[in-house]
């Protein structure tokens, strides 16, 4: 039996975890504009979102215990995760006056960043670029690549020297 290939593991295992970090921006953003709590988003998306269909076209199926990790981190880690973004604004800016698709994004990726070790940093905040890129034009994925790489800096300095 030949050995288990983790890089090849780690593929196969990865577009199940883009899909659940695309879900985890979609329902941060929806929890934020409806006011809905964390449980009951997650039911909502496990049971109807996560590889379902939207306009016809079948999603790929997301990893839902990943999708879950982070939304609820993240809602559990936003009052440490929001004073980081806020130091990252210009003078005279406040969080609020951020899209509300880019706080999302840049929330999760900041749990990420500090509570999954298990994912390299790189990785991180090459699938939430992926993800700014998707939903927006130069200025916020560059705004969002400068935040992540300090906040990499900052959390994950031996990995980064390495």
Request: proline content about 5%.
């Amino acid at each position: 039996m030949p050995a288990a290939d983790p890089d090849k593991r780690a593929r196969e295992g990865a577009p199940a975890r883009s899909a659940a970090r695309l879900a985890a921006v979609q329902a941060l953003y929806q929890m934020e504009t409806t006011g809905q709590g964390v449980d009951a988003v997650i039911s909502e998306f496990t049971d109807h979102r996560l590889g379902g269909e939207i306009e016809g076209e079948t999603l790929h199926p997301a990893d839902a215990a990943f999708f879950s990790d982070i939304l609820r981190g993240t809602v559990e880690a936003q009052s440490r995760l929001d004073p980081y973004l806020q130091r990252q604004l210009a003078e005279g800016w406040t969080l609020k006056r951020i899209d509300s698709t880019a706080r999302a994004i840049l929330r999760a990726a900041l749990f990420e960043l500090v509570r999954r070790p298990d994912v390299p940093f790189r990785v991180i905040i090459d699938e939430y670029l992926d993800i700014a890129n998707a939903f927006f034009d130069a200025d916020e994925p560059k705004f969002i690549n400068g935040v992540l790489d300090r906040a990499a800096r900052d959390a994950r300095s031996d990995e980064i020297t390495a």
